[in-house]
């Protein structure tokens, strides 16, 4: 079975361009997380979604990031105008209700943002 | 509440050692404590997880003590070799709430 699918691994931008990170959850998952990861923070919950709706975007930073969720198999977190401090790895993950609790996390996407 | 707390941050071990590390969290609505292994370039993955109803959770080398009156739980890799150098993150939830992370170890097993 294909895990959790990340795209662009790697990204490099200038700040103030637009940044789009994408996801494909494990088929049959009905939660998706995204995750930030910095040494500074650790991992920081963004937001979820289950069954694409958003339950809960506190952790997101500000208005610059903005989620979505239009089918059950793609998610894209936003970044608009990008800025240096955004520069992270940002982690997709998904779970099934069934389950036993288990988060399935892709590779990451690589944000370097100059 | 919502934190959970971890340390040691990086923690540097000799192959063949026991490797231990901690966590303490508040809530007490938590029930679910995973504990997940990430190598670099990787995303985290899950290493082995309790529930509250037991104390400890062993499996192969890797051993979860938890103490639900301390609101405490911990780690132990016994036999420490050099594949298990990673970052360790402790986690706790409630039924199917997010997971909350802690702030992750730096295990360097050295050969």
């Known amino acids: 079975d294909a895990g959790v699918i990340q795209s662009p691994r790697h990204e490099v931008t200038e700040m103030g361009q637009e940044v789009t990170l994408r996801c494909k959850p494990i088929?049959?998952?009905?939660?998706l997380f995204w995750y930030r990861q910095t040494m500074m923070r650790g991992l920081e919950l963004l937001i979820y979604f289950n069954n694409n709706v958003p339950i809960d975007d506190s952790g997101m930073p500000e208005d610059r990031f903005s989620a979505k969720m239009p089918n059950a198999s793609f998610s894209t977190l936003k970044i608009q105008p990008s800025e240096p401090r955004d520069s992270a790895v940002y982690f997709c993950?998904?779970?099934?209700?069934?389950?036993?609790?288990?988060?399935?996390f892709g590779e990451g996407s690589r944000l370097t943002v100059l | 509440q919502q934190q959970v707390k971890q340390s040691p941050q990086s923690l540097i071990v000799q192959k063949g050692g026991i490797s231990i590390i901690n966590c303490a969290y508040e809530n007490t609505a938590f029930d679910y404590f995973p504990w997940y292994q990430q190598f670099p370039g990787k995303g985290p993955a899950l290493l082995i997880a309790?529930?509250?109803?037991?104390s400890e959770k062993k499996e192969g080398r890797f051993t979860i003590s938890f103490n639900k009156s301390a609101k405490q739980f911990s780690l132990h890799i016994m036999d420490s070799q050099p594949g298990d150098s990673a970052t360790y993150f402790c986690?706790?939830?409630?039924?199917?709430?997010?997971?909350?992370f802690g702030t992750g170890t730096r295990l360097l097993v050295s050969p």
């Open positions: 986690a706790a939830s409630s039924v199917f709430q997010k997971l909350v």
């Open positions: 088929s049959g998952h009905d939660y």
């Open positions: 309790i529930r509250p109803d037991v």
């Open positions: 993950a998904s779970r099934w209700t069934g389950g036993t609790g288990e988060l399935f």
